[in-house]
């Protein structure tokens, strides 16, 4: 006749525990679900606003900036209060670029660079700036150095012959996006404040 075996109460313990870590070992871990903010570089579009400044051995100015980001190829540059000009409405899309300036006359440029140099004076790097605005690297472009803080935000970058220092950041909803820049030349200096950020 075979006798049942009988466990002692510590082996069963030990069975009990040994059967949940194999359960547990051989179950899908799960993630918690959250809704992280769509990468900078992926916005499909943006929007921009507060204080461009501009210095060089000539001049020093100012003004308020609105930049309304349609496309990767399409925006709308506003500044407003443009020493001399007074305002400048930048339209541009992938076939070109034109503004219209305080007296309503329409002129137009090959890129938005010569429009804004034309009309301002600024050597203002627009087309970089559509990067470098939101801490990112101009693709394509080789990058001469760059530093990051501990989040992996941009805190220097060397690109294009420009060197652009982010000092500070700001939470704009589920994004930490830059809200003052610095960019130099040798005897330039521009200076970028947003007091604002919109994105999809």
């Not at 040994?18 to 809704?35: G, N």
């Not at 670029?97 to 002129?107: E, H």
Request: one cysteine or more; charged letters at 10%.
């Amino acid at each position: 006749m075979i006798q049942p075996i009988r466990f002692s109460q510590s082996i069963k313990i030990t069975l009990l525990a040994a059967s949940v870590v194999w359960l547990t070992a051989c179950s899908p871990m799960q993630t918690p679900q959250t809704k992280a903010a769509p990468k900078a570089s992926a916005w499909k579009s943006w929007e921009a606003t507060g204080i461009v400044g501009f210095r060089d051995s000539k001049q020093a100015s100012s003004a308020h900036f609105d930049w309304q980001q349609h496309s990767e190829t399409a925006f709308d540059l506003r500044l407003q209060g443009v020493m001399g000009i007074g305002a400048l409405a930048i339209h541009a899309t992938s076939t070109g670029v034109s503004a219209k300036n305080a007296q309503g006359k329409t002129v137009s440029a090959a890129t938005p660079e010569a429009l804004v140099a034309e009309q301002t004076g600024w050597q203002l790097p627009v087309s970089d700036l559509y990067y470098w605005l939101r801490g990112i690297p101009v693709p394509g472009l080789a990058v001469t150095s760059s530093h990051a803080n501990p989040n992996g935000q941009l805190t220097q970058l060397q690109q294009a012959g420009w060197t652009v220092v982010y000092q500070s950041y700001t939470q704009a909803g589920s994004a930490v996006l830059p809200s003052r820049i610095i960019l130099t030349q040798p005897q330039l200096t521009v200076t970028v404040i947003v007091n604002q950020w919109q994105y999809q």
